[in-house]
């Protein structure tokens, strides 16, 4: 399919930001060194049906466990300047360190050239996940551990102060580029989680995975989501059906968001899980990749942005990710200036699938834009 990543080219430019510490990936936030925390609980076996354990939040006193059984699917600005790099992650797991601030509480319109579009008005009723409605209090933000495929995967959880059981949310992922830690994301980038945590408020939760060690040239690199023998879809999954079982989600709106390497697992969440993901929000990645001879078939709403100097992801692979999209939404080749400029909105798209472009003029970092911009990309749905 046009477009489509070529996996030998991933390893070059994972290669390229491993193998330099002034190329350690940019999407990291400079205020924050620590990682996620070692695994809270060790959980043996493998698969995908797991316990997930949490360590709570900063004085709450929660700790424990919760049985999470496989479940069906029911259906502050960001940094302006490129960021500078932190110490890569090691291979062991990174040092413990408290997650969260809140303690738990327990398609495109008709327009003529050169004009800008307006975004369309929000679509459709909430679907409500299993967790609506339950009388068990949900799991409080904080640290968690699940087992996938017999690997401790660790993430962090951003609960509402006030949730409400009966209210559906929706469900925000966040990913971190090479190097990088969930702390990170959920701790930084203009008030937390690309900067929706602060414009979304109390009408989502939100989750940032931990990335695994990488491999370059036969060494253990910085952390990421080479989605190696599909785990870190699997990871998704799994952490998809412990949301949408543990709280009250609204089903229809889960959305993923990520710089570099988060924006290369944005780009594979669409291809992978595009009956899931109701939009994706790439920046300065590549993809979708795909693995095993599986084709990317699905649709995804899709926003993307690229520095057209960036030569840790090359430019054009960020361009190659624009045009699957533009092709897999059978959108034309027009376009129409969007807010905010410089970004364009591609015509023609399939209802409820457009496709945004956002080309700036720098390298490899989160354009100044990007957080309202992707917040409103996303209120749309």
């Known amino acids: ?169 929706k469900l925000v992922f966040a990913w971190h580029g090479l ?17 929706q945590a602060q414009r979304m408020g109390d009408t989502a939760i939100f989750i940032a995975g931990q990335g695994l060690p990488t491999m370059s040239g036969g060494m253990e690199g910085g952390a990421g989501w080479p989605n190696t023998g599909g785990r870190d879809v699997a990871f998704v999954k799994q952490l998809v059906q412990w949301a949408t079982t543990n709280y009250c989600i609204d089903s229809s709106r889960i959305f993923s968001v990520g710089m ?39 649709r995804v709403a899709a926003w993307l942005s690229h520095g057209n100097m960036d030569t840790v992801v090359q430019f054009s692979q960020g361009q190659a990710s624009r045009d699957h999209w533009v092709q897999a939404n059978h959108c034309t080749a027009m376009t129409m200036p969007t807010e905010p400029s410089p970004c364009v909105a591609y015509q023609g798209c399939d209802a409820g699938f457009p496709v945004t472009w956002c080309e700036f003029a720098d390298g490899h970092k989160v354009p100044p834009f990007a957080s309202d911009a992707i917040f409103k990309f996303f209120s749309q749905f």
Do not use: W
């Not at 990291?28 to 949490?54: E, F, K, L, V």
């Not at 992978?272 to 929000?281: K, L, N, Y």
């Open 1 to 169: 399919m046009h477009g489509l990543f070529k996996p030998s080219a991933v390893f070059i430019v994972l290669a390229l930001a491993a193998c330099s510490g002034d190329d350690a990936d940019s999407s990291r936030d400079p205020s924050t060194n620590a990682g996620i925390g070692a695994p809270t609980a060790a959980n043996g076996g493998g698969g995908t049906a797991a316990t997930t354990s949490t360590a709570g939040t900063p004085g709450s006193g929660a700790s424990g466990s919760v049985s999470t059984p496989p479940v069906s699917r029911a259906g502050s600005a960001a940094p302006a300047g490129t960021q500078a790099p932190l110490p890569r992650a090691g291979a062991g797991a990174p040092p413990p360190t408290a997650a969260g601030t809140q303690a738990p509480p327990l398609q495109p319109t008709a327009g003529g050239m050169g004009t800008t579009q307006p975004p369309p008005a929000p679509s459709g009723p909430p679907t409500p996940s299993m967790g609506c409605g339950s009388a068990m209090p949900p799991p409080p933000s904080g640290n968690m551990t699940v087992d996938i495929m017999g690997t401790p995967r660790e993430y962090i959880v951003k609960v509402p102060a006030n949730y409400d059981a009966n209210k559906p949310y």
């Open 179 to 195: 190097g990088g830690t969930a702390m990170s994301i959920a701790g930084g980038f203009g008030g937390g989680y690309y900067g």
């Open 260 to 298: 570099s390497y988060g924006g290369i697992m944005s780009n594979t969440l669409g291809c992978e899980m595009g009956d899931v993901f109701r939009a994706i929000a790439p920046m300065s990645g590549s993809g979708p990749l795909t693995f095993g001879g599986r084709m990317c078939v699905n």
